[in-house]
């Protein structure tokens, strides 16, 4: 755990946040700024600041619960389709540095992304 990591504190419910799916090894909550109608992110309960730091250190049953849940999510909000996206460092617009996967659902989405 992080004392000033944002996710960390959504983790430890010192701040609110509409979850849909909680457990040992992943909490899932709708983005505070959706891009989609469907837009809920996926993270380990405990604290990774990146996917290659994860792939590295992380519990590989964490790992494979947090596609499981994003594909549950996916699949319960998005029955057209959904995408899956993890950004890591500044090229990719990464702005809240613990690990999370974005489940974004509910519209057509362009491909390339942006
Ligand atoms: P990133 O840009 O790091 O891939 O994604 C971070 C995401 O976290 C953004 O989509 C942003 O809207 C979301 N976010 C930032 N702060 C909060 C917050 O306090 N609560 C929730 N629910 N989402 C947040
Ligand atoms: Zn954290």
Redesign the pocket.
């Known amino acids: 755990m992080h004392e000033d990591c ?1 996710f960390c504190k ?1 983790v430890r419910k010192e ?1 609110n ?2 979850e849909v799916l909680r457990d040992e090894h992943v909490v899932a ?7 989609a109608p469907t ?1 809920v ?1 996926v993270i380990p309960t405990v604290h990774a600041e990146h996917l290659s730091d994860f792939a590295k250190q992380g519990n590989p049953v964490t790992a494979g619960r947090l596609l499981a849940a994003a594909a549950e999510i996916g699949t319960r909000f998005g029955p057209n389709g959904y995408r899956v ?3 890591e460092g500044p090229d ?6 613990h690990l ?1 996967a ?1 489940v974004l659902a509910g519209r057509p989405l362009a491909w390339p992304p942006g």
């Open positions: 944002l959504i701040i946040a509409k909550f709708h983005d505070l700024n959706p891009q837009h992110l996206v993890m950004n990719a617009g990464q702005s809240v540095h999370h974005h």
